[in-house]
């Protein structure tokens, strides 16, 4: 999804989320590459449709998510379909993550 969309959804997410509560999601998380890349070549498999693949740089991630309140707290690294993370997000609290 974009990231117009990502930010909906994770504003959603924060509103919705209860004190102490998780999310899971997976995304295509990365180090040391862009912010947003869309479709990148030679990355995991070929994309053949439109936002196929949205490759985001992880500390990027993790600004959007600081800006809706959320916190990143446990990234399992390519292990969901087609080479996506799991990510596991909690409500960001005044000291510490969760």
């Known amino acids: ?4 969309d990502m930010t909906i959804y994770l504003a959603e997410i924060r509103r919705l989320l209860a004190p102490g509560g998780r999310v899971f999601l997976t995304a295509y ?3 040391d590459v862009p912010d947003v890349c869309v479709n990148p070549p030679d990355y995991r498999e070929s994309s053949n449709t ?3 693949r949205v490759r ?8 959007l998510l600081s800006t809706h309140g959320l916190a990143l707290v446990r990234i399992d690294h390519a292990c969901e379909h087609d080479g996506q ?6 409500p960001r609290t005044k000291v510490g993550v969760g």
Do not use: C, K, W
């Open 85 to 90: 993370s799991g990510v596991y997000l909690a």
């Open 29 to 31: 998380l990365e180090d």
């Open 50 to 52: 439109p936002l196929h």
């Open 1 to 4: 999804m974009t990231v117009e």
């Open 56 to 63: 985001l740089n992880r500390r990027y991630f993790e600004d």
